[in-house]
């Protein structure tokens, strides 16, 4: 699934080439995706302009002049194209401005579109428990330390919690982890709040390589101009297991947690 970085280097992507511009046409190819699209996606987004665009957790924000937000999501394997040389099967959304025609390709489906007014995004339900933004300022150190006091579960897990954080994904919770030098195995209540102090930067730190690298590329993701990303080869333990660890002679080890896999150093995370 795209995480933050792929989903902010989308929006990204997308802004150099929608902000300012009056969306034209706008055409749906079929009913549904995950769930249906919007009874009225096609009315209100037609003729709009589009102000800004944005991301929150993983999901992308195109917001307009009309006061509504048209929100989509990935999900597994969704990719915004831009100036296709043919729509295909799987784009099922077409938004075209006066200069370029955007389609959102989704084979599996997975990914979803919404429309909500800009004044009311906070309240969306998929917005209105999330926790705050992993490269914002009011992820720190002390409000993870006290998000996480009590805690029993494993620190992994509680990382992938979106109402402590949102957006982290298993492969930068990994990553990150790594870099701090703290096992995903420990208690997360147990995690001192130096600990946490070293932490919290390199979470920003490993998001932001990945953005400026362009995503991770796993499986089908790409950027909206078909380019990959190229922080998959650069994982330090994601991926890797029975590999050296780039710190010394242990090797990477994974194993299952919380249905998904981790992978880490036992003879440095601690």
């Avoid at 730190?205 to 650069?234: H, K, M, N």
Wanted: glycine residues 8%; neutral net charge.
């Amino acid at each position: 699934m795209p995480e933050l970085p792929e989903v902010e280097t989308t929006v990204r992507g997308l802004a150099r080439f929608l902000e300012g511009e009056r969306l034209e046409r706008v055409t749906l190819n079929r009913a549904d995706l995950r769930r249906p699209f919007p009874e009225d996606l096609v009315q209100v987004m037609t003729g709009a302009r589009v102000t800004t665009l944005a991301r929150r957790a993983k999901y992308g924000l195109i917001n307009t002049d009309r006061g509504q937000t048209m929100i989509f999501h990935l999900g597994m394997s969704g990719r915004w194209r831009i100036d296709p040389e043919s729509i295909e099967k799987h784009d099922h959304l077409v938004i075209e401005t006066a200069d370029h025609r955007f389609s959102l390709c989704d084979p599996r489906r997975f990914g979803s579109v919404d429309l909500v007014a800009e004044d009311a995004l906070d309240l969306w339900p998929q917005f209105a428990a999330m926790g705050p933004e992993p490269l914002g300022d009011d992820l720190t150190a002390g409000y993870l330390h006290k998000a996480l006091s009590g805690r029993k579960q494993a620190i992994k897990l509680a990382l992938l919690d979106q109402r402590i954080v949102v957006g982290l994904g298993n492969i930068y919770v990994c990553e990150a982890l790594y870099r701090a030098r703290i096992s995903p195995k420990r208690a997360a209540g147990r995690i001192s709040l130096a600990a946490l102090e070293r932490l919290v930067p390199l979470i920003k730190e490993v998001l932001e390589a990945s953005i400026l690298d362009g995503g991770s590329s796993l499986r089908d993701y790409a950027q909206p101009d078909g380019e990959l990303g190229y922080f998959a080869t650069r994982f330090d333990v994601y991926g890797r297991e029975g590999e050296p660890c780039k710190r010394g002679d242990s090797v990477i080890k994974r194993f299952a947690q919380g249905g998904r896999s981790t992978w880490y150093c036992p003879a440095c995370q601690r």
